[in-house]
């Protein structure tokens, strides 16, 4: 017993440490900014109109390419609207939207080639972006206006997410309905790539004929900068994306500040921003309000993702707000090449699926480590407030009427390079105001969740906690307000789980429910167990003397 004290009070003491180092986030590299010339290039001297008619994609583009010749400097988008194709910037280029300036893409699918780009973590062919930099140095795209995507002329739209008028008025405006008439897709070479598991993925034996029978299912991210270095986005509204909003892939100092990422609620796959495999990033002052994850940090996908070996490193996001969103915070599910050295810090979720989330699956490899989380606030968030879920299985995390969805089946597989890791998450300062679940922890059998602690929390849910497959999991100083408090704490197959100072509510029906015979080292200190009706309960073979309670 002594030993076992020892060890849980040398485990806090490493986590303590940490936490100190978590208040320190200045300990990250300071993230450079771009720096740019005052010349100005006005799109209008290179004929662009703002009639909403004329498709400006080449006055744009010629005055981006004249700006970058000359040295650099800013390429002015004034008021008005502007309607375009695919804009491409050029090293030492900022792209500026005056106030009022709409820069809209058109939806005239013909006017994006396809080309070579990774979608989802894999090299695959896709449309071009509408706005787009490669191996750029020095770019920007800054201002007060509006960048829209016209997503809607991409999106394929699930019948259960709108309501009998919206998806009445969307049928009878073309496209085709899949076999079950229950998802709406823009046209016939949507629908065909829809069958077809990852068919813009790159392979010898497909040729451009084949890409091109399926082109419209290849939708583009909004903004795609790739391979770029000093990078600003600042002040601008990115809207209505076809695909996902904002993904800077293996770029190195990033800085987004003060930007709006909008779009409609239903929007698949509509992320917010998708920071994938990228260094020194810096996402400050912004606001989120997607179809899909909110802010999400992405590395590459299995073995693509583990083989080009760039994590997503040296990041801190902080006074962010996110509205609707599957996630407020998100990392995963592809994050094959890791994730390390993360900060979010001072953020509001509001109405999320779920707060925050970290998900991964088997066969994706990586791992996730030293993600220090400081002062979130969470309203009404429809799933659960904190999530850890190596089971990811490319779903909405909110069930739809109707659907059905089982348990994954529980087996052991043997550790290879392709089974992920998450260890190393410090979560503090924490209040959520309404939620389905506090929290949800679910490790792998054969690789647990390691060394989590979650601090100084108070959280209403419906559910209370549930722990599965973890090891070193730290509540401390955590209220857990729940409806449902039978039981209020599961644990299912985890050992070295410490409650400290846990709070819960009075005439609780059951306090703690420890199952399975892989269960070892829960310890209880600090905390009034006798207020529950029923202290704890043993299940699956678990032993009740791996409860352990320190008496007040």
């Known amino acids: 017993m002594t030993r076992l004290k020892g060890k849980i009070f040398a485990f806090i003491l490493a986590v303590s440490v940490c936490v100190v180092v978590h208040a320190q986030s200045n300990k990250l590299p300071a993230v450079q900014l771009p720096v740019f010339r005052q010349d100005t290039f006005n799109i209008i001297k290179y004929g662009a109109k703002a009639d909403g008619v004329t498709l400006n994609t080449r006055s744009i583009n010629n005055a981006i390419v004249a700006c970058n010749k000359k040295g650099g400097g800013v390429v002015v988008i004034p008021a008005g609207l502007w309607l375009t194709g695919p804009v491409e910037l050029k090293s030492n280029v900022n792209l500026h939207l005056q106030r009022n300036a709409l820069l809209q893409f058109t939806k005239d699918f013909d006017q994006y080639p396809l080309v070579q780009g990774n979608w989802e973590g894999l090299a695959q062919m896709r449309n071009q972006s509408p706005l787009s930099a490669s191996n750029a140095t020095n770019i920007a ?51 065909k790539g829809s069958k077809m598991n990852n068919p813009g993925v790159i392979s ?205 089946k529980v087996v052991v597989l043997p550790v290879t390079e392709a089974t992920p890791q998450f260890k190393n998450f410090y979560v503090s300062n924490v209040v959520c105001n309404g939620a389905e679940k506090a929290v949800f922890i679910r490790g792998l059998p054969e690789m647990h969740i390691q060394n989590i602690e979650l601090k100084n929390m108070v959280i209403q849910a419906k559910h209370g906690i549930e722990i599965s497959e973890a090891t070193g999991i730290i509540f401390k ?29 009075s005439s609780a029906e059951l306090l703690f429910r420890i199952g399975g015979d892989r269960t070892n080292n829960i310890s209880v200190t600090n905390t009034n167990t006798s207020a529950a009706k029923q202290r704890s309960q043993f299940e699956f073979g678990a032993k009740e003397d791996v409860l352990k309670i320190r008496p007040l």
């Open 477 to 505: 100083n955590v209220e857990i307000i729940t409806q449902n408090t039978n039981p209020v704490v599961d644990v299912l197959n985890s050992n070295t789980v410490v409650f400290d100072k846990l709070k819960y509510p």
């Open 204 to 408: 010898a034996d497909k040729t451009s004929e084949f890409y091109n029978d399926i082109k419209d299912f290849l939708r583009p991210n909004l903004l795609v900068f790739a391979r770029c270095k000093k990078v600003l986005l600042e002040g601008v509204t990115f809207q209505n994306s076809p695909a996902w909003c904002l993904h800077p892939l293996m770029c190195e100092n990033v800085t987004v500040r003060n930007v709006y990422a909008k779009n409609p609620w239903y929007a698949q796959n509509g992320d917010g921003i998708d920071v994938e495999s990228c260094k020194n990033v810096l996402i400050e002052n912004s606001t989120f309000d997607v179809g899909d994850d909110g802010i999400c940090i992405k590395s590459g996908r299995d073995e693509a993702g583990r083989k080009r070996g760039m994590p997503t490193e040296n990041l801190l996001a902080r006074n962010c707000t996110v509205y609707h969103a599957h996630g407020g915070f998100v990392i995963g599910s592809e994050m094959s090449g890791g994730a390390k050295n993360l900060y979010v810090e001072n953020c509001t979720f509001m109405g999320t699926d779920i707060g925050l989330r970290f998900k991964t699956t088997r066969g994706r490899g990586g791992v996730v480590e030293n993600i220090f989380i400081n002062n979130i606030n969470m309203k009404d968030i429809v799933g659960g407030a904190i999530l850890f879920d190596m089971y990811y299985a490319a779903q909405d995390p909110i069930v739809l009427v109707g659907e059905k969805r089982e348990a994954p």
């Open 141 to 191: 795209v800054t201002g007060f206006g509006i960048v829209d995507g016209n997503g809607d002329a991409w999106r394929m739209v699930k019948k259960d997410k709108l309501n009998e008028t919206q998806w009445k008025k969307l049928v009878a405006s073309g496209g085709v309905l899949s076999d079950d008439k229950k998802t709406w897709y823009p046209s016939e070479k949507s629908l």
